[in-house]
Every structure is written in C-alpha cells, then in structure tokens.
C-alpha cells in the first residue's frame, strides 16, 4: 500500500480537487481510499459520501473505533472515502494528546494495509502535527502550486517541513489553477518545471473544474477530455513512477 498525501502550508491551491481527481485516475486500475483529514469535508461532499463519523476522529485515533467501520464506500467503483466531520476540527489535539503523536495517522492506515493499493491523504492547508502525520505516511507528498511567489514560498516550506520531520517522502509540486492570460503565470510555465521539484504538469483555470462543486464528481466522469482531466490524469501516471519502495528514516 502506498500512501500520497495531498498537502501545503497555502489554503485554496487545489490540493482537495486534486485529491479526488487523482483518487479517480487511480481507481481505475487500483483500490483506493480517499482519507479527508480536513474539518471542511470537501473530498467528502465531493465524492457524496455523509461526512458523519460515529465517535468522531477521536475514536479512530484512541483505537476505539476500528478504520474499517469509519470508510465508506462511493459510487466510484474502487474507490473509498474516510470521511471528515466536524470533530475533525480538534484532530490536532487528540493527536497531540495521543502515544507517539506524529506516527497515528500511520497507525490508523496499517489496519487497512491489505484492502488498498492506494492511499491519499486530503491535507487541510497550514503546518499541524496532522500535516506532521501525513507527510510521516507519506511515500509522496503532492503540492499543487497556484503560481505566484506566495505558493514557492508554500513549496519551501513544505520542503523544509517535511526535510525536518521523519518522513522520506518525496515531494512533487506540479501548477495549478493556471491562467495563460496572465503573464506571471506563463512565466511559472516556462521556468517551474525546472525547479527539482516541480514536475510539468499544467491544470489550467478553467470552469469545467469549478463545476465539480455542483457535479459532485471528478473530472473523469463529467468532462473526461478535458485538458484539466488529461493533467490530473499525468499527475497520477508521474507519482505512479516514482512510487518506489522507501526507507524510513528511522
Ligand atoms: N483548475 C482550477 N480551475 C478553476 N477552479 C479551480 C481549479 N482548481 C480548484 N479550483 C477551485 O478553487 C477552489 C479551491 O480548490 P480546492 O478546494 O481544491 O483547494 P484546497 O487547496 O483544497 O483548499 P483548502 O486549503 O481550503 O483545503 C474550489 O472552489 C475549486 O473548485
Ligand atoms: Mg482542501
């Protein structure tokens, strides 16, 4: 099983619409579970699943609750959600209140190690000790990158965070959100990829993605050809590669 967490310190870069439009790509061929770990339960409403955990996250984290009873299933074949409630809020917290804090997450997902191929972790944005976990699962961490130089300053951060932690996951960064229109943006085209980081996946700004809200779908159902579906679908075919089997660092 590996695991992909979807994450950055910056709010509103596309990291749940890419979440679940990678999550979608994979299912394809694997079996994928989709955990929302973020209190706003957008992976969860988008894939239509009830964002409503009996004993909320605190039971999941405690043992109490066994991952199994918490997922859910979608009506995307292969692929299911752990979903966020509102008790997610405190998931801080009860991580921090919990044995070996940082490795929970973890923990929480050997439990379903044998019933997926895939994991993707839904980040809520900003640097917690639920990012902590997340990047301490992780095989990859995924970084969308709305260009601007608030986002490579977000990808700085996210190098050094998980630099600094347990974690060896590799970090892949790719451009979101992008409009050609805007001159700061074709730049970012024309450079980014060259940063080690960055890989050249482009998803533009566009409408077709804006309307997933209203679909409650990934891409792939409703506008499959588009050119943002075509760029999820790379973004999964290059994590796909570079999902090779890792060392813990300790
Ligand atoms: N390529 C795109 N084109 C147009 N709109 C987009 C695109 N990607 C995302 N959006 C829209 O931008 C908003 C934020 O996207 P999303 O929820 O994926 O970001 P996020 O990083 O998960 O946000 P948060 O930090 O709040 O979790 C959503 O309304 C989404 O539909
Ligand atoms: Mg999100």
């Known amino acids: 099983m590996k695991v992909v967490a979807v994450y950055s310190t910056k709010g509103g870069v596309g990291k749940t619409t890419a979440a679940v439009n990678v999550a979608w790509e994979a299912a394809k061929l694997h079996r994928v579970l989709l955990w929302d770990l973020d209190p706003q339960g957008a992976a969860t409403f988008l894939l239509q699943v009830k964002p409503k955990v009996k004993g909320g996250v605190g039971a999941l984290v405690s043992g109490d609750k066994k991952t199994s009873a918490a997922i859910r299933s979608t009506d995307v074949d292969h692929l299911d959600v752990l979903p966020a409630d509102a008790s997610y809020r405190d998931l801080d917290l009860v991580l921090d209140s919990a044995k070996k804090s940082e490795r929970r997450v973890s923990k929480i997902l050997e439990q379903v190690a044998g019933d997926y191929d895939l994991v993707i972790l839904d980040c809520p944005p900003g640097s917690s000790l639920v990012a902590e976990n997340a990047a301490f699962s992780a095989d990859a961490v995924v970084v969308p990158l709305v260009p601007s130089p608030l986002s490579m300053r977000a990808l700085d951060q996210v190098l050094a965070f998980v630099a600094a932690s347990a974690s060896t996951a590799k970090v892949v960064a790719f451009l979101s959100m992008v409009d050609r229109r805007k001159t700061l943006h074709r730049d970012a085209i024309a450079t980014l990829p060259g940063h ?55």
């Not at 804006?210 to 679908?233: I, N, Q, V």
């Open 196 to 250: 080690a980081a960055v890989i050249d996946v482009v998803v533009p700004s566009t409408v077709v993605v804006e309307r997933m809200g209203a679909e409650r779908a990934p891409l792939g159902r409703y506008a499959p050809s588009s050119e943002a579906a075509r760029a999820y679908a790379a973004l999964w075919a290059h994590l796909q590669s570079s999902l090779k089997p890792r060392k813990r660092k300790r």
